[in-house]
């Protein structure tokens, strides 16, 4: 009983940084929101892996916490420009925002509470849910890069928890979903130039 | 394990090793060489496996047509980059080459829902470097929204494999095929994220958005593998969850984003100004078309099957051919393109040949492959998407071919000197290849 209501209360911690991402505008603080919000979805793997006797569970918190934690930071860090100490989303304003995503995140639970809960029967994955519903919007609402890769990597830190609070997927393709992320986040470095905005392009368009 | 498929999956992935060689290129061209003989020899042996890796009638196609392609777009990227000699990005370029024909490969023939996922994203990771081998500003935003787009969709089909697994508490897909889960709630999920997820990267409209980006801004053999055998390779792995997951309001759900893609790309390739940008119009079209026919099975599913690889070679050679065209106008757009037959012949036949293929023209595959997948349309009682369909159909044609016409026969040019052989023997061949499907595929018994 104790270990489902600390799942619950990790849960809502996760959830709460999903919103706080959300309403930044400086990127080093999304980074670091991002990077805690993948501490505390490790932590919710050891307690579901103690919980179910699943040793699996934890070696993939292990690697959660090395993958996202460590590398993801340090890679999307090492692309931050130099020159400037803060670097600012400029495209949106935190009002909009904020109600756009008090909007999404009503709506997944709405969702999810009609479609899957009826059969599945599990309230917690509704939080997984609705990360991968922010983590859409974040991509959608900002131009800048590193926000579209936090919105990439909360989309996969909520598979990862809807999958811990549904039915964990086979430890080897847990393993290539973050393998893949850190893959993803590599290459995507790599396309990060100096001008990490995304302005409409004449060429692009039509 | 079947050696045959792993040596299928493995050499490219090991030749992509090319990179710290000093026959880069050569290993590259071998590679592709190898792949191809082990796919003809899948597909003379009709080799099927149902273990670690599943190959069957369906995939054997698919694999012939990925290492063809894979072999035409590397001969043809030596020409299209010789001024690139043997640097550091000419290697990599290459290396990339091989691990993305490599991961398609796997896709192609893993045997598990949840391997094909990361199969699929493995193609996103290794082709993303591939569209800036150049480095300009509008082929890393291109590149960006490629990556980001199609990654961002790809995890929504990821839920689709944790809700199988969850349902049928198993992921093998050879498995799953023989024991059909009964209909329930949860397959229609499964199936309606894997549609957004997999249909992101099909480029089903309204999730195409990176599809005329990418395709414009890549170099020209990149674009014949993303329209004429990765594309297809996603189609592929819905398929697999749509023959699980079947139900009747699935199969509608599918043949309407079917329908919509085809209408959206008749609507959208009128106006097309950039001619690359409008060949991925039509790949959207194609797509579409596709889908809807391995959707209904049946005759369509043959027909699909025709058009897949008709299309595979026929946008492969209007892509080959663009590139050809780039290099001499160092132009994208239609509007600066004129006098093509005079001054560059052998381009200008290529680029007829596949935009007539591309568009369904009789006597090319595809022509065959639409007629059976409308028929099957028609007999399954669709009767509303089969005139929308037809009606597209023609726009497509009508615009396509206009364009390229204006390109060929508008103006007077001088001759001038045209590509690298190699470059113009790849679109010309390609182009060719696409009049003999039909006859391959009466031999091979499937019509």
Redesign the interface.
Known sequence: MIYSEIEGILGALILGSTLVVQTRSYIRPMINTVVTQSVILAVTAIIIGITTSAPDLIVLAGLVVVLRGILVRHFLSLRLPKTRMFVKETSHGVTSVTMYSVIALILSFLVYRYTFFPIIQAPLGAIGFSMIVQGLLLITTRRNSFAHFIGYVEEENGIIFMSLTIVPLPFLIEISVLLDVLALIIVGTGLVTENVEHPRVEELMG | MNLVILFLIAIPAVFSLGYFARQFKHMAVLSASLTVVLSLYIMVTQLDLSGDFLVDYLSRYFIIAISSIYLLSVVFGLGYHHKMGESRNMRLHLSLMDLFASSMLFSMTVN?F??L??GI??T??SS??LL?IERE??K??????Y??IV??GL??S??S??VM??DFNN?TISYLLIHHPAY???TA?AAGTALIGYGTKIGLFPMHTWL??AH??APSEISAMFSGVLLPVAIYALYRVYEVTASPSITDLFIFFGVVTILFSAI?LP????YK?MFAYSTMENMGLILIGFTIGGIALTGALILLVTHAFGKGAAFYSSGNILENYES?KISDVTGLRERMPYTSVSLILSSLAVTGAPPFGTFLGEFLILTGLYLNGYFLPVGLIVASLLIAFGSVNFHVSRMVFSGHEEPVSESSRSQVAVALSASAITLLIPFLFLAYGVI
């Open positions: 598990n949840g391997l996922w990361f994203e493995a996103t990771v993303t470097l800036v500003p509008l890393i935003e291109a590149a960006w929204r990556v980001i990654s961002a995890t929504i990821l839920l494999v944790l697994y969850y992921l329930s709630e949860l999920i005329p980006d414009s801004e959208m106006s097309q100004r950039f940008r994208k």
